[in-house]
Each structure stands twice: as C-alpha cells, then as structure tokens.
C-alpha cells in the first residue's frame, strides 16, 4: 500500500524528533518531526516490511489533519503519544521517550539497527517479569543480529525493541547490548535480565524460538568458543530453567 502525501513536507536536511509507533506490541515504525522547518512524517521500521507501511497510512492522514488544525510539526508529533491503541495505527506507547536523530537520514540509519534473524549460532539471556521467564533477549555469536522473543501473552517486545535501537544509536554491538541490562531494575511492561541469570547458547535461532513456542530445552551450541570472535564472553551454556 502507498503511503501518501502529507500536508507537511515529508523531507528535511534538519535534525528530527521521533516516538516509536507499535502495533501488538512490535515496533513498526517512527512518527517524526523536524527541529527547525515545517516537515513532517512517517518511517517505516526496515524489519517491519508491509505492516510497517499499512501502519504507516493513518498517521500520515493524522498528520494531514493535525496541519489543517493549525499545528507546528512537533506539536503534531506530541499529539498522539498515550493514546489508545489503534487496531490498524498502533499506538505511540505512553512510557516513550522522545528521541533525535541529528538528520532525517540517520534516522533512516536507525529504523533496523540490528537484523532480527540469522543463520549463526546465538546467546541469549531470560527476561523475567513478577518472577516468570516472559522472553528471551538475543544476540547472534557471529553476526550482527539481535532481537527480543516473547512469549504469545508477553507485551514486553516494544521495550526491548526501544532498547535496542538506543544501543544502536548509543554504537553498541549486538553482544554488548545483549549485556548492557544484566541486572538492571524491572520494568513494569518489559521486565527484567535477573542479575544471577546466565548467558546461555543455543545452536541457532530457530532452537531458541522453539523454546518460546514449544517449552523445553534448546539445543546448545557446542562449537569451540573462541571460533570466529574475539572478545565473547564466556557465558555457561545450558538450558534456562523455566
């Protein structure tokens, strides 16, 4: 579907602020604004492909009628965030927090920053919420792909999808990103990295979303550590005790 035009301009050279826009808790786009000029408009999450642009539609036409009303770019960002959830528009989550990037183009950058699949070997840790594993949080062992795998009843992807592209802007590396919440305090909706949790191995991503879907142990990846890396840390491999 074509996504169509805005009565703001959809093109700057400007720095722009952005809200993540989410649609049954995934992460399929970005609403933005610029800083200093008059335009406006929708960027598609690079993973997200078709839904990303259906989604995409009525917030062009929001924008479309927030600038009949006589609102600036930003306020017309502002406008939505909290609100409720839209069955074909997502929502601008109410905990988002307004971000920049320094040009519409390096926003473009940020929309996939890590790929969401691959054929490698990944690590992984468990994300647990009021003591119960809800997901998984992943980073491959040799590539550059990182994601979030929820279980069906878990709202929890659009936090840690935010966070991964925060890590990316931030210039971390998948594995480090993969760390970087170890510990950390619990979130209401995206839960927790216990701080004694291992980081455990599983021979390839299908293994470990098997374990999602499925239950049970993954299938650990018994390559020699080391291989093809050079600063992995050495997590114990395992199953994760559900």
């Known amino acids: 579907m074509k996504i169509p035009a805005s009565d703001f301009p959809a093109s700057t050279n400007q720095p722009v602020r952005y809200y993540p826009v989410a649609l049954n808790g995934r992460t399929v786009g970005y609403l933005w604004a610029s800083i200093t000029d008059d335009a406006a408009y929708w960027q598609d999450r690079g993973d997200a492909g078709a839904v990303a642009k259906n989604v995409g539609v009525p917030w062009v036409l929001r924008l479309r009628e927030a600038a009949r009303q006589g609102l600036t770019p930003l306020e017309a960002l502002r406008e939505w965030r909290g609100a409720p959830e839209d069955p074909r528009a997502g929502a601008i989550p109410a905990d988002a927090e307004e971000q920049q990037a320094s040009s519409l183009q390096a926003l473009k950058e940020l929309t996939n920053p890590y790929p969401n699949t691959t054929d490698q070997p990944v690590r992984y840790y468990p994300v647990t919420l009021h003591g119960r594993t809800i997901g998984y949080l992943w980073a491959s062992a040799l590539d550059d792909a990182a994601s979030f795998v929820a279980h069906a009843d878990a709202g929890a992807a659009t936090v840690w ?72 840390p050495r997590g114990n491999e395992g199953t994760v005790n559900r």
């Not at 209401?188 to 991503?205: K, T, V, Y």
Request: proline content about 8%; aromatic content about 2%; glycine content about 10%.
């Open 161 to 232: 999808s935010r966070r991964l592209h925060e890590a990316a802007i931030k210039g971390l590396t998948p594995r480090q990103a993969l760390c970087a919440w170890k510990g950390a305090p619990e979130d209401p909706n995206g839960g927790a990295i216990p701080d004694d949790a291992e980081e455990q191995s599983a021979l390839s991503l299908q293994a470990l979303t098997a374990l999602v879907e499925q239950g049970g142990p993954v299938p650990l990846d018994r390559t020699r550590r080391g291989a093809s890396t050079n600063a992995r």
